[in-house]
DNA sequence: CGTTATCTCTGACACGCTGTCAACGTTAAG
DNA sequence: CTTAACGTTGACAGCGTGTCAGAGATAACG
């Protein structure tokens, strides 16, 4: 990660660009297959099990790299639904949509615990999605657009755990992806206590 | 199950008690802790690994017995709940207590996957309980208690994962059980259409 | 009571996956 | 060109699952 240690280490670019290959590859094959093995991995990134451990000393960690970075992808993508204003109604339709996105190309997402260390990887994964939806919610309930008398953390692993249900009802083949989506936004304001339209 | 075979096979009282002291540990141990190994469950139920494999030909299939002696605890435990009369709405509260009890005595109802074997195991456990929430909140609808414009199964979808996530919030200690449990019935309420009192 | 089939136990083994190590090439940085 | 960093090969220990064979207990049955 760093290379301001005291010594004077010689970082080589080669280093740097093949554990990028293994987090590259780790982000394909653990998002869609969680569980998969780490020779799997290596194969996928064009190189050995044991490079894979040079970079990154166990699997788990490994784990927690690729929660990381899908979380920054996520982030980034969820701020840029928020930032175009609107009602917060609106702003949660968007939000919704992106994160719909984000589920069909990280099944992953759906399956937290197949492939997590720890109750660590699921936080570390949850907490800055979180932390921007606590604050639509709360936006809302302020507004007067949401009803105020259940406190926003709950709403929001309500929220999250209503996601994920969904998720579950479209892999399982029971409902289609855009039928789902529909329920799960009304179901969610009607969580919130929301004036339907 | 069946000595009905063809064959005269002499069946030894030893071994059912024993394949029922196995059943009873792994009850205890998986409840507690999903994914503790095979060597732990023998020796709660005071038998060797291999005793257990003379019984239960492998370790997935030793968890789907545990999930099914669990959900029939389960099962009867609700239909107790159900068959004592009153509004839906009144029910569903008994219903959501004696739902919150097993989730204190089995802590593996809250981490489906850890010690699962497949999605068929989720299906098992839920199926049943699934069956006689979809027949509550169906009639719930038809007597106007509850909104109708959402489909009893999704609702019924929704509604465990929204008890999963209370536990979650339980365990994590982010609030109290019963602080939960009267938010987790408010939230069911609204998301069925229920005319708030 | 004695025979017999059934069950348990001990001990050992193969397999798969994780994680580690040493030795030998390779490649980039200075 | 020299040197340190890196990748690779091959081997190994550890752990958990699942299997097997043989010896010893024990319940069922005549």
Redesign the interface.
Same mark, same amino acid.
């Given at each position: 990660m760093s290379e301001t240690a005291g010594g004077r280490r010689r970082v080589r670019s080669d280093g740097r660009r093949s554990a990028a290959a293994v987090l590259d590859a780790a982000v394909r094959v653990l998002g869609r297959h969680p569980g998969a093995k780490v020779e799997r991995i290596a194969a996928e990134a064009g190189v050995t099990r044991q490079t894979v451990y040079a970079h990154y000393p166990s699997r788990p960690m490994l784990v927690t790299a690729v929660v990381d970075r899908i979380t920054a992808e996520a982030v980034a993508a969820l701020d840029a639904a928020e930032s175009d204003g609107g009602t917060v109604t609106e702003q949660l339709r968007r939000w919704l949509d992106v994160t719909w996105q984000l589920f069909d190309r990280y099944p992953l997402l759906r &399956?937290p615990?197949?492939a997590a260390a720890g109750?660590a990887d699921s936080d570390r994964q949850h907490a800055p999605v979180a932390e921007r939806l606590e604050r639509m919610i709360r936006r809302g309930q302020v507004s007067g657009e949401f009803d105020g /008398? $259940? /406190?926003p953390?709950?709403l929001v /692993? #309500?929220t999250? +755990? $209503?996601g &994920? #249900? #969904?998720g579950?009802?479209v892999s +399982?083949g029971?409902?289609t992806s855009s039928q789902t989506a529909t329920?799960l936004y !009304?179901?969610i304001l !009607? $969580?919130y206590?929301a004036r339907e339209p």
């Open positions: &399956h615990s197949a109750p /008398s $259940l /406190s953390a709950w /692993s #309500a999250i +755990a $209503l &994920h #249900a #969904a579950e009802e +399982a029971r409902m329920v !009304r179901s !009607r $969580l206590g």
